[in-house]
């Protein structure tokens, strides 16, 4: 076994020991995304349903795109986004599409996600991430986007994507550099750390750690519930303000940033060892 590939399955390794051993339900033909309004707090409940691992693909993406529409629709004062994995919040973007893709389903791909991406971040209410699983990659990603993440102990969370032998799509680094200190953004970005909720909280990629999704949900709600005084126009002129850079960057560099990510994942040595990680994956059990 070469060192990439025993590196590669003692990563994968390693977070199966952390798993927990609750099954993965049946899944029925369901909706991807499952939205639950509370009429109380008037705050939605978003379920990322794609089972088993929650992996982002065009429909999910999309799902989020109109889930987050409907809220838009009917005024609503926040969202919490969470899965209905019991173990697992998004594995990030679908190994078996970057694999098995070719440059025009990587840039159907990359654009659902930019638009997904811009629904969360530009959104006219506030979002918490209810973190009730692992969030890697791209499933870290979309938690880091929102306003707010608790999670849950015992699971992992990280931008692995140089691991997978992907350049990091600009906008991620744009983001992790403003959540975390420079060198802590630097090394996780470049190395493509895992971190526990432990680790995580100490460099601000959590808020809050919590020992299972029923307190996330509470911790959600808590910080949701610090709006409700608060003029939201005055929060969302704000916001704007400070989240500009990465929304103009892709508003206005649409396309190039959908080329820049077909590049990095057709490039030789990504697709080498995206191949490696996919058989890696397969292999594990
Ligand atoms: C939007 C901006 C995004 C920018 C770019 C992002 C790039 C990425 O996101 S690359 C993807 C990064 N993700 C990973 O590296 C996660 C890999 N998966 C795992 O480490 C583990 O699967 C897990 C810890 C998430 C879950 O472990 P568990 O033991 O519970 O389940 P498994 O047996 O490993 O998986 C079940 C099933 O799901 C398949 N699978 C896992 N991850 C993915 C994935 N990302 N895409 C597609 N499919 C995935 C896995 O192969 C299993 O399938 P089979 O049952 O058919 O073997």
Redesign the pocket.
């Known amino acids: 076994m070469s060192r990439n590939i025993l590196f590669l399955s003692k ?2 390794n390693s ?2 020991r ?2 927990c051993t609750t099954p ?1 339900p049946v899944q029925k033909a369901e909706k991807l995304v499952l939205i639950d309004v509370n009429d109380k707090t008037g705050y939605g409940t978003l379920s990322m349903n794609r089972l ?2 929650n ?2 693909n065009v429909e999910l ?1 999309n799902a989020l795109s109109d889930a987050y529409d409907e809220m838009e629709k009917n005024k609503s004062r926040g969202v919490i986004l969470t899965s209905t994995s019991p ?2 919040f998004s ?8 694999y098995s893709g070719d440059s025009k389903s990587w840039s159907e791909l990359w654009d659902a ?1 930019q638009e ?2 811009l629904k969360i971040y530009d959104a006219s209410f506030p979002s918490a991430a209810a973190i009730n699983g ?1 969030a ?4 870290c ?2 938690s880091m986007i929102c306003d707010y993440r608790a999670m849950v102990k015992g699971y ?1 969370i990280g ?3 140089i ?2 032998g ?1 350049a ?2 600009k ?2 680094v744009m983001i992790m550099g403003k959540l975390l200190p420079r060198r802590h953004a630097e090394i996780s970005l470049t190395q493509g750390t895992l971190y526990s909720p432990e680790q995580a909280s100490k460099i601000n990629l959590v808020d809050d750690v919590v020992v299972d999704k029923a307190e996330a949900i509470i911790k959600c709600e808590a910080f949701l519930n610090k709006f409700r005084k608060i003029p939201m126009d005055a929060v969302n002129t704000t916001k704007r303000t400070i989240r500009r850079e990465e929304i103009d960057y892709i508003r206005n560099n649409k396309q190039k940033d959908i080329d820049d ?1 077909v590049k990095a994942v057709e490039s030789v040595e990504a697709q080498n060892t995206i191949k490696m ?2 058989q890696a ?2 292999n ?2």
Request: no cysteine; hydrophobic share 50%; proline share 4%.
């Open positions: 990563t994968i977070n199966v952390r798993l993965t088993p691992v992996s982002l993406f173990k697992i594995a990030g973007l679908d190994i078996n599409d970057l996600s997904a991406f692992h890697i990659g791209g499933g990603f979309f992992q931008l692995n994507e691991q997978v992907i990091l799509p906008v991620l990510f990680y996919y994956l397969k594990k059990k």
